[in-house]
């Protein structure tokens, strides 16, 4: 069975640091593919990044970098140079061999002025 | 990337009643999906809509009560029936490539009264 865990339920960074949220997953599938996701108070699901599991190197996207290492099953998201607008609930999903995406519980962040 | 549109955005339904939620896509996808999202909670996945076939459901989750159709690779519809309060949540579509980035509606906020 596949698995997501993000265990950070909240975070507080101040503007312009980077902030690390921190994602594990567990799976038996050789081929998969890990994601992140924004959600706003909005309630819209913003696609930031996707890393494959066969990719050579760590997924970037403007601010945001994806720490892939795949020996320890973490896929962590760095956001760097945090905003305000940056304040909003983080998740972390997987696909497996059944091409559905399995969410974490997600991590609110909020950015301090 | 696809461009996903749901509506509507949101609704308020009575006890009782049914609410179908559309979701349309602007590019041929192979993976469409629904999920609700509760109060506070993360993303559960429903349903995958097939095309052209019955949906796949989740553990939990039923035709009687979330009927979906499919008709084409662009367009697919969710309703809630026999609604009662605890229906009441964010609806999400999404839709990607099998093995690929998925996107996501901007959701479908219901509240049943």
């Known amino acids: 069975a596949q698995k997501i865990t993000q265990t950070q339920p909240g975070m507080f960074v101040q503007e312009k640091e980077a902030v690390t949220l921190d994602c594990t997953y567990d799976t038996s599938d050789p081929s998969y593919g890990l994601f992140w996701y ?3 108070s909005s309630g819209e699901m ?5 890393q494959g599991s066969y990719d050579q190197q760590n997924a970037t996207e403007g601010r945001y970098s994806l720490n892939f290492q795949k020996a320890r099953k973490s896929a ?3 956001i760097s140079a945090s905003q305000l ?3 909003a609930m983080y998740f972390c999903a997987m696909w497996g061999n059944t091409g559905k995406l399995i969410f974490g519980q997600g991590t609110t962040l909020q950015v301090k002025p | 990337s696809a461009v996903i549109s749901q509506k509507p955005s949101r609704d308020i339904c009575q006890r009782g009643t049914s609410l179908t939620i559309q979701c349309q896509v602007d590019s041929q996808v192979t993976m469409m999906f629904w999920y609700r999202q509760q109060p506070g909670q993360s993303l559960t996945l429903i349903a995958t809509a097939n095309q052209g076939s019955e949906a796949t459901y989740e553990s939990g989750f039923v035709i009687d009560k979330f009927p979906i159709s499919r008709p084409n690779l662009t367009f697919s519809t969710l309703t809630v029936s026999n609604l009662s309060p605890e229906d009441s949540s964010i609806y999400l579509c999404s839709a990607g490539l099998w093995g690929g980035e998925q996107y996501f509606g901007p959701g ?3 509240t049943v009264t």
């Open chain 1, 85 to 87: 607008g940056d304040s």
């Open chain 1, 38 to 40: 924004k959600q706003p």
């Open chain 1, 46 to 50: 913003i696609f930031l990044i996707y």
């Open chain 1, 76 to 78: 962590n998201l760095v």
């Open chain 2, 108 to 110: 479908t906020r219901l």
